[in-house]
């Protein structure tokens, strides 16, 4: 009997909706669009890689997710990773930074250094940095709420330190209004976020060109909840809405839209997720070159950072997340990711120790020495399942674009809360599909065993780094000239009442030393706070 | 199903976010669970300090204070939160606090007073029987 006839066999359907048939055949890709949009790589419309040799010319960048406690403790862990071949930095900051508090408020007691590193002034990134190449190890800061702060006080650093902005490369997460449906370290209300977003845009265009000042984060939506289409359809949607942000001002497509770049999440099924990508990077050149008069290829390249996917990590049994670690890294190979960074198998738990972040390095550095992922070019492409499940999901995606768009577009649907209401439901049911058994988890819901409580070695929180970065704010601040703070915080103000691009201020204010908190302060007192709309 | 109280009235529960955390996903997918299993839920939103989640469970008169912390800092803000509720009051309420809570932290959070504690991983039909079962 045909196996595509059965009708004993219970239909199978993915997580983004796609009925998935037990064989396929060429039928099926002629019936789900035709091979039109596969292409060759390194050309319109990229669906198959975005530079023509991909892995074969150069491996993707290592960049594992770091920072704890001080910038002391953060520049010993950079200095470690970068030992072990690590290419790349991508810099976690502590919650207090992440919405603008410095660390002796109030607020942020108890929280110091907790989730990443704590940062005040432009002198804890002088030592965060210190002995860093900033030619070859490229940074990547993963802020948002505080992007356009701490953006200024990397170029000041690196200015300080005698390179030139016109040439430094590194990327700044700045992605607000994923903050409002999942993560949430969002500061002001959505028009001034996404205004502030628009002045990185525009700055960096202008005085840094080949700093990518934004990272859309389909991540953290799918995080929160969101199928893996949703998690493309709303990132697209959010990055049309910075592109027209930095039209707005002025620039012209192809004079931004080459340093805009992605995170996107890895867990789930392998094909999916492959297809998912090879649909979105099609789907990506389409839009910037159809709806934004894009010309230049670079304006039309999904350029993307993946690998990561705490979601599917698991507490149970954890030696298995180095497991799905490697399958994750195969899945982002695969997919053809610029940069890589695998979540550590102690990750579900803590910040990942040394031993974790090795492995994880080791991970990488296997799957490019040992099992020929470099070897040759979207490996995948030609496969009946894995064309006709592109197709597919590049058909599931833009259908999910053009219902935000019809329902007022992706600004209005998060401002009112709805796009968080709409992921939430996707995590109750999985959950709910979880607990019956039918998402299947092993370790979770299925092949458990008794395990013995405790046996992941936790990141000890340390309470003196606290109360050493406290002492160290009161240093600084006795240290720096009290008149040009003062001056400059005073223009930040001025700037942001007068509506203008708020960077040269901002950087001036950095520069004299001024904290996150000082000119969150004075950026508060223009827009105010944002207030999270409840919606279930 | 609703889920009364020996006076008839459906149980109310406060489901708060502590501390500048952000991960919301565990918290709201909690909060539809309660209102499937019958609770009337306050879902307090994001940046709760130990003031604003005492305040709240005392003008929304909850039978249950659930907080959702998966940030690490779960221990210094129970401890700030504990006399605050003390001093409204609210004593006889069920504590509950669920997320990223190691093995080793759970003692202590019994001793401040959250009697329920759900780890990651834990099922929203074991929290519904734990509040069925414990509120008064």
Redesign the interface.
């Known amino acids: 009997m045909n196996a595509r006839e059965d009708p004993a066999l219970p239909p199978l359907i993915n997580e983004s909706g796609i009925e998935i048939k037990p064989l396929y055949t060429s039928a099926d890709i002629e019936a789900s669009g035709g091979a039109a949009m596969i292409g060759l790589p390194g050309e319109y419309p990229f669906t198959r890689g975005i530079h023509p040799l991909m892995f074969r010319k150069r491996p993707w960048t290592m960049r594992q997710y770091t920072g704890f406690g001080n910038a002391s403790d953060t520049n010993q862990r950079f200095h470690y990773l970068i030992a072990n071949g690590q290419t790349g930095l991508n810099v976690a900051f502590d919650l207090p930074t992440q919405i603008g508090l410095d660390s002796d408020d109030p607020l942020a007691e108890g929280e110091v250094g907790r989730v990443g590193m704590a940062v005040d002034t432009l002198r804890d990134f002088e030592v965060a940095f210190d002995g860093i190449d900033l030619d070859r190890i490229t940074v990547s800061l993963t802020i948002n709420g505080a992007a356009a702060i701490l953006i200024a006080m990397y170029l000041a650093m690196a200015q300080k330190r005698g390179y030139d902005v016109k040439r430094l490369r590194g990327t700044a997460q700045n992605d607000i209004l994923k903050e409002f449906v999942g993560r949430g370290t969002w500061v002001f209300p959505v028009e001034p976020s996404l205004k502030l977003v628009g002045d990185t845009i525009e700055y960096c265009a202008k005085e840094a060109p080949k700093y990518t000042p934004v990272s859309v984060c389909g991540y953290h939506i799918r995080e929160s909840g969101a199928t893996p289409a949703q998690e493309i359809a709303y990132a697209f949607c959010i990055a049309r809405a910075y592109a027209d942000e930095a039209i707005k001002r002025g620039l012209g497509v192809d004079e931004f839209a080459g340093r805009l770049s992605y995170n996107f999440n890895i867990f789930g099924n392998i094909f999916e997720q492959v297809a998912k990508f090879r649909a979105a990077r099609g789907l990506w050149a389409k839009i910037m070159k159809e709806q934004y008069g894009a010309r230049d290829p670079a304006s039309m390249l999904m350029r993307m950072i993946a690998g990561g996917g705490g979601s599917g990590l698991t507490l149970e049994q954890p030696e298995l997340n180095i497991v799905r670690g490697a399958y994750y890294g195969l899945i982002s190979a695969l997919s053809g990711a610029q940069t890589m960074a695998l979540c550590c198998f102690d990750e579900a738990y803590t910040i990942p120790t040394e031993y974790a972040q090795r492995i994880s390095l080791r991970t990488m550095q296997l799957l490019i020495e040992e099992m020929g992922l470099c070897d040759t070019v979207d490996p995948l492409a030609g496969s009946y399942y894995l064309e006709t499940l592109t197709n597919q999901m590049r058909t599931k995606i833009e259908t999910i674009i053009a219902d935000v768009d019809a329902r007022g577009g992706i600004v209005k649907l998060i401002a009112e809360g709805r796009i968080q209401a709409e992921v939430s439901a996707r995590a109750y049911e999985r959950q709910q599909a979880l607990e019956a058994g039918t998402f299947r988890k092993v370790g979770v819901n299925c092949y458990r065993i008794d395990e013995e409580k405790g046996k992941v070695a936790f990141h000890p929180h340390n309470e003196d780094d606290a109360r050493a970065q406290v002492a160290a704010l009161s240093r600084a601040r006795a240290e720096r000239d009290q008149a040009s703070v003062q001056r400059t915080l005073g223009r930040v103000r001025a700037d942001a009442e007068a509506g203008v691009n708020l960077m040269p201020a901002i950087i001036e204010a950095v520069k004299a030393y001024a904290s996150v908190g000082e000119i969150t302060k004075e950026l508060v007192g223009v827009y105010g706070r944002y207030r999270e709309p409840i919606r279930f | 199903m609703s889920a009364p109280l020996e006076t008839g009235r459906r149980v109310r529960i406060v489901v708060a976010k502590p501390?500048?955390?952000?991960?919301?996903?565990g918290a709201?997918?909690v909060?539809?669970?309660l209102?499937d299993a019958g609770f009337e839920v306050i879902?307090t939103?994001?940046?709760q300090?130990p003031e604003s989640i005492a305040q709240i469970a005392l003008e929304e008169d909850v039978d249950v204070i659930a907080l959702s912390s998966m940030?690490?800092?779960h221990l210094?803000?129970c401890a700030k939160l504990k006399p605050l509720l003390e001093k409204v009051g609210l004593t006889d309420k069920l504590w509950i606090i669920g997320g990223?809570l190691?093995?080793?932290d759970q003692a202590q959070l019994r001793e401040l007073g959250f009697k329920g504690i759900f780890?990651?991983?834990s099922?929203?039909?074991d929290i519904v029987g734990y509040i069925r079962e414990n509120v008064r």
């Open positions: 501390g500048l955390d952000g991960h919301d996903q709201k997918v909060v539809r669970a209102m879902y939103g994001l940046r300090t940030a690490g800092s210094p803000f990223n190691p093995a080793q780890p990651t991983g099922k929203l039909t």
